[in-house]
């Protein structure tokens, strides 16, 4: 079984809306950060969003209004809605789930970074295809 388990994606046409969910069974200390990141052909890893423990919320610039990143606790589930989808977010989606970086700067001793260096766990990919 996988810690993480995704699900949704698929293809879209510009300026549509897709969801992808994710369950995790990662230990819960590894899930203080969730997060979505995305990998289009040829590029490297990208975070598109981040949630905390707490539901407080970070995104990449290009998703901010269009993309919403939220998290289940007791379901220990992770979602993504994303709306105005366009060519460019075209990639293979993951789900990750971190300890997060310790800091007295962020609300609860930790920060959620969109970095890949701060996530343990990853799910296998959802392929998303935005095209006319």
């Known amino acids: 079984r996988e810690d993480l388990v995704e699900s949704g994606g698929g293809s879209v046409q510009p300026g549509g809306s897709l969801r992808l969910s994710c369950i995790s069974y990662a230990p819960p200390i590894f899930t203080n950060c969730m997060g979505w990141f995305r990998q289009a052909p040829g590029k490297g890893r990208e975070g598109v969003a981040s949630?905390?423990?707490?539901?407080?919320?970070d995104y990449i610039g290009d998703v901010k209004g269009r993309f919403t990143i939220s998290r289940d606790n007791a379901r220990n589930s992770l979602e993504l809605r994303m709306d105005l989808l366009n060519s460019e977010d075209t990639a293979v989606y993951y789900c990750?789930?971190?300890?997060?970086?310790?800091?007295?700067?962020?609300?609860?001793?930790?920060?959620?970074?969109?970095?890949?260096?701060?996530?343990?766990?990853w799910g296998q990919g959802t392929q998303v295809t935005v095209s006319s």
């Open positions: 949630v905390k423990r707490d539901g407080k919320s």
């Open positions: 990750a789930a971190g300890r997060g970086l310790p800091s007295q700067l962020c609300g609860g001793g930790y920060c959620c970074r969109l970095s890949t260096s701060d996530y343990t766990y």
